[in-house]
């Protein structure tokens, strides 16, 4: 079992450009969710995949968008990026109907400069 | 709204200590508390999770335990090691999936 996987591992991106960030999530799991980790904070949630469709939603704005595809991976986007989306961007996988631990990929370190 | 404490910032033990972090929360309606350990620069590694229904659960040297109606959590790490050094983290589910995360806890553990 390979667990939460994402890629790519390092990013750096330029100020207005957009970005992809890929999960696949562990074996079993059918929900995906996304955190944005800054230095020296705990993560703060972003969204939450399910069934392909967005099923809760942090305070993000609009920028942040994502997509869960039928093998139950996940992608997370953001358009006009902004220095302050420099972060590491966390996946976890989990169960929607039990109410067991969630589990953490090694996360996407990106760099806005 | 949910927030999650965290104390202390930082720690800084002696090998073979025992030593006693604390997280606490400000809605006690949750599913659950899960426990993480986080290298610098890495994913989070779940250490415990602790259900709603439960008091405390137990993983090797680790011992985490829970207290609703105090809204108060703390994990316990027995005859600590210089491997135990990373930050902890503690996080509240009580919107199936949503977790709110504290601050952290910097633990260095001195041979």
């Known amino acids: 079992d390979a667990g939460v996987t994402q890629s790519p591992t390092h990013l750096i991106k330029t100020r207005g450009q957009q970005v992809t960030l890929r999960c696949s999530p562990k074996?079993?799991?059918?929900?995906v969710s996304w955190y944005q980790q800054a230095l020296g904070q705990g993560p703060q949630f972003i969204f939450q995949?399910?069934?392909?469709?967005?099923?809760q939603r942090g305070n993000f704005p609009d920028r942040f968008s994502g997509h869960q595809f039928p093998n139950y991976s996940s992608e997370l986007n953001v358009n006009a990026l902004l220095l302050g989306d420099s972060a590491l961007y966390l996946c976890?996988?989990?169960?929607?109907?039990?109410?067991?631990?969630?589990?953490f990929g090694q996360g996407t370190r990106l760099t806005v400069v | 709204k949910q927030e999650v404490t965290q104390i202390p910032a930082a720690l800084s033990v002696p090998e073979g200590e025992n030593l006693v972090l604390n997280c606490s929360f400000t809605?006690?309606?949750?599913?659950?508390l899960q426990w993480f350990r986080q290298d610098p620069g890495k994913g989070l590694t779940s250490l415990l999770l602790i259900q709603s229904s439960q008091r405390e659960q137990t993983s090797g040297r680790l011992n985490a335990s829970l207290d609703k109606s105090s809204g108060r959590s703390t994990l316990y790490i027995a005859a600590s090691q210089p491997g135990d050094s990373a930050t902890y983290l503690c996080a509240v589910d009580n919107q199936g999936g949503k977790l709110i995360f504290g601050q952290g806890t910097e633990l260095s553990v001195k041979p």
């Open positions: 995949y399910y069934e392909e469709e967005e099923r």
């Open positions: 074996s079993g799991h059918d929900t």
């Open positions: 809605d006690s309606a949750i599913y659950n």
């Open positions: 976890a996988s989990s169960s929607w109907t039990e109410n067991t631990e969630a589990f």
